[in-house]
C-alpha cells in the first residue's frame, strides 16, 4: 500500500503564488509517473501537472509558463510551483502517483492523496 501526503494549499490573490508538495511512502519500488490533478464542484478531474521518473513533464495548456512541476526521486516526493495565480485555478489539488511496488514485477498502481485546497481571490 502507498500512501501520498499533499501540503501548501492555502488563499491566495490573483498573481500571487503557491507551492504545493506531496510525499509518498510506503510500498515503493519506482515511482514511474508523479503529478497534479484539480477538480471543481461538478466538473471532471483534469491533470494539471506530471512528471515521469526521467523527467519528462506535460502540463495543462491552461497551466503552461505559469506551474513548474517538479520530483525528487529519492525522497518520494513530486512538487507544484504555481506562479501568477489566477481565480480559475482555485480548485481541489490531488497528488497522483503511479507505482511499482517491487523490483521483479513491472505492474504499477495508481494512487491519489486526499486533496489540498487551493483558493484564488480576485
Known amino acids: 500500500q502507498v500512501q501520498l501526503l499533499e501540503s501548501g494549499g492555502g488563499s491566495v490573490q490573483a498573481g500571487g503564488s503557491l507551492r504545493l508538495s506531496c510525499a509518498a511512502s510506503?510500498?515503493?519500488?519506482?515511482?514511474?509517473?508523479m503529478g497534479w490533478y484539480r477538480q471543481t464542484p461538478g466538473q471532471q478531474r483534469e491533470l494539471v501537472a506530471r512528471?515521469?521518473?526521467?523527467?519528462?513533464?506535460n502540463y495543462a495548456d491552461s497551466v503552461k509558463g505559469r506551474f513548474t512541476v517538479s520530483r525528487d526521486n529519492a525522497e518520494n516526493m513530486v512538487y507544484l510551483q504555481m506562479n501568477s495565480l489566477q481565480p480559475d485555478d482555485a480548485a481541489v489539488y490531488y497528488c497522483?502517483?503511479?507505482?511499482?511496488?517491487?523490483?521483479?514485477?513491472?505492474?504499477?498502481?495508481?494512487?491519489w492523496g486526499q486533496g489540498t485546497q487551493v483558493t484564488v481571490s480576485s
Open positions: 510506503g510500498s515503493i519500488f519506482r515511482i514511474n509517473s
Open positions: 512528471a515521469t521518473e526521467t523527467g519528462v513533464t
Open positions: 497522483n502517483a503511479e507505482v511499482r511496488p517491487n523490483s521483479w514485477s513491472r505492474a504499477a498502481f495508481n494512487y
